[in-house]
């Protein structure tokens, strides 16, 4: 992680869960480390917590599905911090409904999260690459589920978008390679992980603690050592895709 040091990386979600991770984790190892979060106190928040690392945490509040929003943002980082170096695309929704339940607001919201935003801080971060003549790394936190079909219904909708992200991470590299490009595109696909997340999909404080009880599931530290392997890979190295499973996990 030493030719890290001092560099700038974006970090989408990251008041909690696996961005706050990442973050924590990439200032510790020196970078400049841009907190993009809706909820940026939280981002501050633990910016104070890391103020005597060797890194920092800048937080700047950005609603990721508001196109606007994206490209201030990535206006602001060149501005401020010269451009992005590495992109780590980790904000992601789902609702608990079945295909058969959901509604076009429904869809939209997670598609425009996980699928459109991702696609939009990828292309605005490898320009800033380009710009600079950088060698990069762009990195989407996707899901088991984009490597299978779960058997819960609830979960299909957010499914098919991380089907998108595997297919999407595979036609970046080509287009890099195409380029001759030096950035790196990299997926790191987790089971279940103990976050907020399950919360977040409208489902109860206490459904989602049942949940992690009966079922077995990573912690996002354990995501985050995935990551790490994939951004201190040698640059001659294409860390592609990692899938990380709790060691009991049925999916």
Known sequence: MERWAGRVALVTGASVGIGASVARRLVAHGMRVVGAARNVDRVQTIAEELKDQSGSLIPMKCDLTKDDQVLDMFARIKQELGGVDVCINNAGMSVAKSLLEGTPEDWRKI?????????????EAVASMKERGVDGHIIHISSIYGHCIPPQPVSHFYTGTKHMVTALTEALRQELRQANSNIRISAISPGLVETEFIMRTGRSPEAARQLYQEMPSLQPDDVTDSLIHALSAPPSVQVHDIIVRPAKSVN
């Open 111 to 123: 598609l425009d999260l996980n699928v459109v935003a991702l696609c939009l801080c990828t292309r």
